[in-house]
């Protein structure tokens, strides 16, 4: 799923990879990482997406699509909803607070890791 997230991906998909059955995949996933597989992976798209809109100056439509969202829509609400904000306000934000402040990926990944 961190490899392929921009693939579209379903539970079903990712279990047959693994050799168990969707419903047993989807239970041991929750339990390992506190979160359902459509929840990890929305999260991931998310993670990317921000990285994408602090580093390139690419529009918010291709980088939906570049991060597997079918829909602009779903991408801008999704985000909304684990970021805080529309992907155009992160983006300004990081803009304004000027290309001197640059921190290491690694950690900016760490800091910025939405809570949801």
Known sequence: M????????????????????PAHFSRRF???????PHA???????ERAMELL??????VTEIC???????????????REIVGES??????RFVDAG???RIPACWAMTWLRPAG
């Open 65 to 79: 699509f570049d991060v597997g969202f079918a829909s602009l829509g779903t991408f801008s609400r999704t985000f």
């Open 40 to 46: 990890y992976l929305r999260r991931r798209r998310a």
């Open 2 to 21: 961190d490899r392929d997230f921009a693939r579209p991906l379903d539970v079903a998909a990712v279990a047959a990879v693994a050799h168990i059955s």
């Open 99 to 101: 290309a001197a402040l």
């Open 87 to 92: 992907p155009s306000a992160y983006r300004a």
């Open 30 to 36: 929750r339990a390992t990482f506190g979160e359902t």
């Open 54 to 59: 602090r580093e390139t100056d690419r529009s």
